[in-house]
């Protein structure tokens, strides 16, 4: 372990200005705190963070990066509190260690995807400070290389998966090659012993017989590139178990067909001298096409700048060469932590700009292909990450609108939207979502969901609230007309109706509220004669005979015609009775019959107008409705359903429009009258099946 002064020397090494006494004190600060604590190993817990904090001085990062390093574990495994720790160290050392723990937390949650998945959403929330992301890999790269001391193999197992699948690729994301390295090599080790093994083995044995070939391939492309006036470093190694391990499975190859086990990099003075190395080793060898990538002029997302290239060496073994600069191999090795060291006088934009390289490189797209093929993070590639304008974080599936947004914030933000800001400019609701958007709803007391809006959600949560309230929307329109109804209903019992007579029917139906019966009675859940019962049992038997009879009737009278004129109802606007109607006298063929509001009577054909009233029990009428249904299974035939049961027939049915997820039929349908078609209209409403209907 790192000895106080050790670190302090460290530290001060790079950084002379460093405050000294501030990084005593939190060296003293956590071995007081973590006290007697001990690691599964048996040495003292204080151990960990100071390894840690000396990690991060490999990195050369600032004394609040190393602080943090060494308080880190203090407020989750001790007494000490992020005040105490601003007291002592400042609000900005507070800040990183609170991050730090926070990150912690997600360990905790749940082992699987979900897991994986909180921790990305962290990450984005709480890295606004690159530094506490380092601090977090650092932890997590101690706590691997200190794993084999975990006694219980299930735990040993959990923390090696997680390594695995978050850390290693979010080192890979920022860059630090180094550290994902070593943590994919130790994950490995554990979760997968026999492979390790076996491949160590193959390793070893092929070290024995070549006697060193590694040395001797460097050494033959070092006196190349120095016959051409290069002055260049060579060092060569073998690919770890894992990176062989993972081309065997990706490539369903055995050992002996992973030809390229080696790999040299080269170090050049220059970016010139990089081009000319490349020049002279595709001259002296030949190289393998397809595998040669220019990282120098086109640097990766996340800064990494190389060039790579595969040579046949002696014609029959491959090899992997890297060629760069001294300045790149640090920065490729430790990412934006190298650029962090380096360039820490030079940020104008201070750690906004830490925040925008971050984002960039976790959520890099455009290099998918190279960046995310292997890395279960790849699983956020079909989610994207929203706030509000007051920095909270939502996660939404991709192509989320601002209504999915909105819904997603609360349930009651989603009812009363009815617009959106996004990025601070006005945009349609419909807008899918980019990662990062700052979206602002607006919203009015007065408003409601719209059916449209179930065109373009995207998430259940949304559509589950919009169908809800829908649904609230027609039921309380189709109890209004329940009630209209009702008092026609309650004026034929022999009976004067009051609330008291409405509550005993209530319990006769069993129904708990006014409102159900209304609905009902609204929907045709319910026919008169049952709702008569219920007001006044017996009351039906002498209204029995007549209801039948009118039943079968399927006359129209009209009043207001000369007897015997014929007449037709026009199939322009098809008038049922209740409809206000007028009459079109036409030369020779009698009386049309047609609605008032008909546009054919706005055109002012050449006929004479005549003011009729329906007659008694007209019946018979064909009302045409228009009608949208959600496009699934079944919603055709539940309408059917519904018509039969409201005793009306479908004289003809036409599809009219194809519009998904909805589709569109014009039906025209006999029926009594008119409040025996807006009974129907109203249960049509009600129905699950249907988005929309209404009397064309
Ligand atoms: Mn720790």
Redesign the pocket.
């Given at each position: 372990m790192l000895r106080q002064y050790e670190l302090v020397e460290r530290v001060l090494g790079y950084d002379p200005d460093a405050d000294q006494a501030l990084l005593n004190r939190a060296y003293v600060y956590t071995v007081q705190k973590h006290g007697s604590q001990q690691r599964a190993s048996g040495d003292p817990y204080f151990s960990?963070?100071v390894e840690?904090a000396g990690l991060m001085t490999d990195l050369k990062l600032d004394q609040e990066t190393i602080i943090t390093a060494l308080l880190?574990?203090t407020v989750e495994d001790t007494l000490a509190t992020i005040e105490d720790i601003e007291a002592n160290f400042g609000p900005e050392i507070a800040r990183l260690v609170d991050g730090v723990t926070k990150l912690?937390k997600i360990e905790q949650m749940a082992e699987n995807e979900r897991a994986a998945e909180n921790l990305r959403k962290f990450l984005l929330a709480m890295s606004e400070d690159i530094r506490v992301l380092l601090v977090k890999l650092a932890?997590r790269l101690?706590?691997m290389r200190t794993l084999h001391f975990i006694k219980s193999p299930a735990k040993r197992q959990r923390i090696a998966r997680e390594t695995m699948d978050i850390y290693a690729p979010l080192a890979e994301r920022v860059g630090m090659y180094e550290y994902m390295r070593e943590m994919q090599l130790l994950a490995f080790e554990q979760l997968e012993p026999e492979a390790f093994a076996t491949l160590g083995r193959r390793l070893e044995e092929l070290r024995s017989k070549d006697g060193g070939q590694v040395d001797a391939i460097a050494l033959k492309i070092k006196q190349a590139l120095a016959e051409s006036g290069l002055m260049v470093e060579v060092s060569g190694r073998e690919k770890h178990p894992y990176s062989i391990w993972k081309k065997m499975a990706e490539r369903h190859v055995n050992f002996e067909q992973v030809t390229d086990i080696m790999a040299f990099r080269v170090i050049c003075e220059n970016e010139a001298d990089c081009y000319h190395a490349l020049g002279v080793l595709h001259t002296t060898w030949q190289f393998l096409p397809g595998k040669f990538k220019d990282y120098i002029s086109t640097p990766k997302v996340n800064g990494y700048r190389s060039l790579h290239t595969s040579l046949m060496y002696e014609n029959s073994m491959r090899v992997e060469v890297q060629i760069r600069t001294r300045e790149m191999h640090q920065r490729n090795e430790f990412g934006l932590a190298a650029h962090w060291a380096y360039k820490q006088d030079d940020r104008p934009d201070g750690q906004v700009g830490w925040l925008r390289d971050l984002i960039e490189i976790v959520d890099a797209s455009h290099d998918a292909e190279e960046m995310l093929e292997h890395t279960r993070l790849a699983i956020y590639q079909d989610r994207i990450f929203a706030f509000t304008p007051k920095g909270a974080l939502f996660q939404l599936p991709k192509g989320a609108t601002a209504v999915d947004f909105a819904f997603a914030v609360h349930t009651d933000l989603g009812a009363l939207t009815v617009g959106a800001k996004i990025n601070g400019r006005h945009m349609p609701l419909r807008t899918p979502l980019q990662n990062g958007d700052v979206v602002e709803i607006i919203k009015s007391k007065n408003a409601e969901p719209q059916l449209s809006w179930l065109g373009f959600v995207v998430t259940g949560k949304a559509r589950a609230a919009i169908r809800r309230a829908l649904r609230m929307k027609e039921r309380e329109e189709v109890a209004g007309i329940g009630r209209m109804l009702f008092d026609g209903i309650a004026a034929r019992v022999p009976a004067k109706i009051g609330k008291k007579a409405i509550r005993e029917a209530l319990k006769r139906l069993e129904m708990e509220e006014e409102d159900d019966l209304m609905f009902a009675i609204g929907s045709a859940r319910i026919s008169d004669r049952e709702v008569m019962e219920a007001l006044v049992p017996g009351s039906t038997a002498e209204i029995e005979e007549s209801a039948d009879w009118a039943r079968r009737e399927k006359t129209i009278s009209i009043r207001g015609l000369t007897p015997g004129v014929g007449f037709k109802l026009a199939e322009c606007c098809h008038p049922v009775p209740g409809d206000r109607i007028v009459g079109l006298r036409k030369q020779g063929e009698g009386v049309e019959v047609h609605a008032i509001d008909c546009f054919h009577l706005a055109q002012g054909e050449d006929a004479d107008w005549l003011d009729l009233n329906w007659g008694n029990r007209s019946q018979g009428a064909v009302g045409r409705l228009r009608v949208t249904l959600y496009d699934r299974p079944g919603t055709l035939a539940e309408i059917a359903g519904l018509f039969a049961r409201n005793l009306a027939n479908v004289k003809t049915l036409s599809h009219t429009q194809d519009d998904p997820p909805f589709s569109s039929y014009d039906i025209d349908l006999e029926v009594q009258d008119l409040a025996h078609l807006t009974r129907i209209l109203s249960a049509l409403r009600a129905s699950d099946a249907v988005a929309q209907a209404e009397r064309i």
């Open positions: 960990h963070p840690v880190h574990d912690s932890d101690h706590n």
